[in-house]
């Protein structure tokens, strides 16, 4: 497991010491743990949605629309500034790359997501690795579909009162 928020190990840490002058986002090894705007409601927006140093994205700035995460399973990528917006909502983001996980096991993935709300799923080809858990500011990722960790990462990490900036906002409806 990755997480990307240093020394400060946690969301709440992180902007408790933001708060106090003590660091500021652009200071951090990973400044987008901090960072959460909607790039396209910004006056200066150039249409582009964000792109993002990690792949998949584990936070950062983002598209207005979150993408609907009540165990969604979706059969096409997603637009990554959507998905980081569910993340920050409290949402789990598991994608696969479709080239490296045979269909049976994309199914046996998608059992897990399916009606867990606040999480989501969807194919993210090129990503490196087979699997790959997003949450906001932290990430697991794996070679192997049927790793047990992959569900305790799920357990652990949906609707994580320490990793989540926008707690109980809506996954539905996006």
Do not use: K
């Not at 106090?20 to 910004?42: C, K, N, R, S």
């Not at 949450?135 to 320490?162: K, V």
């Amino acid at each position: 497991m990755e997480s990307f928020y240093g020394e400060y190990g946690d969301y709440t840490t992180v902007m408790a010491a933001i708060q106090a002058g003590d660091v500021t986002a652009e200071d951090l090894e990973y400044p987008f743990v901090a960072q959460q705007d909607h790039v396209d409601i910004a006056t200066d927006w150039d249409g582009q949605p964000p792109v993002y140093d990690l792949v998949p994205p584990a936070g950062g700035n983002h598209l207005s629309a979150w993408q609907t995460c009540t165990g969604s399973v979706y059969d096409a990528p997603l637009v990554d500034g959507n998905a980081v917006h569910s993340l920050e909502h409290g949402a789990v983001w598991l994608t696969y790359d479709p080239e490296l996980v045979a269909p049976e096991a994309v199914d046996a993935l998608a059992l897990l997501v399916q009606g867990r709300d606040y999480s989501l799923m969807s194919p993210y080809p090129g990503q490196g690795p087979a699997v790959s858990l997003q949450s906001w500011g932290n990430r697991y990722q794996t070679e192997d579909p049927a790793d047990p960790a992959i569900e305790a990462y799920l357990d652990e990490f949906i609707l994580n009162e320490r990793f989540n900036p926008e707690a109980m906002a809506t996954c539905a409806g996006a």
